[in-house]
Structures are given as C-alpha cells and as structure tokens.
T-cell receptor
C-alpha cells in the first residue's frame, strides 16, 4: 500500500497561513496526491489534488516537490472552520485511497 | 443530487446479530468504496466496486463481512454475527473513474455493538 507520513498535530493562529506537510517517499509515477479533511462526526471532504504541478483552488493550494516525494497543503488564511483532521493520500492506479492518521489542525482565535 | 447518502446514520446492535448498511452514491459515479473508521484513526479501506463488480477486498474484510452493489447503483455492507470489535464508523464514498478524480464521502453509519 502507498504510504504517507504527516505530523500528528499542528496549531495555527486564525487568519494566518498554514502549511501542512506530507511525505510520500514511495510514491509511484502514476499516483495522484490527494488531500481530504474531516470535521468531527462527518465524512472526509475533498480539498485538493495534484500530480506534478502546484495546484490552486478556492479552498487551498497544493505545493508538490520536484521529486514528488513530499507535498504541502497551504491554507492561505486559517479560519476556525478549518479546524479538522487533514489527510494526505496517494491515489493508486487501482483507485483505492489509503488513509494515514492525518494531521489534526487546531486554529487558535 | 445531494451527494452520497448512507442509511442508517446510527445502529446499535447486540453481539451476534446481523446488520446491513446501505450506501447511495452520486448517480453518475461508477466507483464506490467502503471504509471503516475507529476513534482517533484514519479511515481503513475495506472494499471497492467499479459498477457492479467488486474489484478489491481488504484483508480486514473477514468472512463475516459481505458487500454488494447490484446493478451498479446503491451498495450494501452486511456484517454477520457482529462482535464488539466491529464497533466503528462505516464510511461510503463514490467517485468517477480515474486517479485524478476526487471521491465524495457520505456521513457514515456509526455502529455500536453491545
């Protein structure tokens, strides 16, 4: 199974940028990097994904290292509603998603 | 379409009973996934379907677990002879084909085995 490594927890002040790192040294050339987040008592929610190039959407930005062995999810201005567990996932050619334990983000008012 | 829906949201059952959960995916999605999540852990992959074909099953899916997706639409996950260790959140997700497509998750079914 493709594996990712993330810090267990991070804190950020409200309205400041947050950089959530992820290591995926065993990534293969066809794996997409996906990020999801999960609020308490809810199912995971898609945030962003990419293959090689950096990606931006209305929720976040994804910066992918040139060797693709790591990536960083960037929340440009953290709000209290961004407090969640963030999962970095490799989507395999077989299309399974394998979750790790994720990073629990705390946003401090 | 209101997204992926799961039923029931909560289920309490006695040990040894059988339970069945239902997942209705987003209508145009041909891929459907089941996951199990226990407290403090990330979701664990159980199985996935492409249309009506079950393409992969995790070794976590013991003989007491069975999943179906008749006609490639909704799916059911049945657990026979439930055990206390089966207590968890069971999540369903659906997606279109391709590694670049995102998955949409339901709210999950929380199972408590007493």
């Amino acid at each position: 199974d493709a594996k990712t490594t993330q810090p267990n927890s991070m804190e950020s002040n409200e309205e400041e940028p947050v950089h959530l790192p992820c290591n995926h040294s065993t990534i293969s050339g066809t794996d997409y990097i996906h990020w999801y987040r999960q609020l308490p008592s809810q199912g995971p929610e898609y945030v962003i994904h990419g293959l090689t190039s950096n990606v931006n959407n209305r929720m976040a930005s994804l910066a992918i290292a040139e060797d693709r062995k790591s990536s960083t999810l960037i929340l440009h201005r953290a709000t209290l509603r961004d407090a969640a567990v963030y999962y970095c996932i490799l989507r395999t050619p077989g299309n399974q998603f394998y979750f790790g334990t994720g990073t629990s983000l705390t946003v401090i008012p | 379409d209101t997204g992926v829906s799961q039923d029931p949201r909560h289920k309490i059952t006695k040990r040894g009973q059988n339970v069945t959960f239902r997942c209705d995916p987003i209508s145009e999605h041909n891929r459907l996934y089941w996951y199990r999540q226990t407290l403090g852990q990330g979701p664990e992959f159980l199985t996935y379907f492409q249309n009506e074909a079950q393409l992969e099953k995790s070794r976590l899916l013991s003989d007491r677990f069975s999943a179906e997706r008749p006609k490639g639409s909704f799916s059911t996950l049945e657990i026979q002879r439930t055990e206390q260790g089966d207590s968890a959140m069971y999540l369903c997700a659906s997606s279109a084909s391709g590694g670049r497509t995102e998955a949409f998750f339901g709210q999950g079914t929380r199972l408590t085995v007493v």
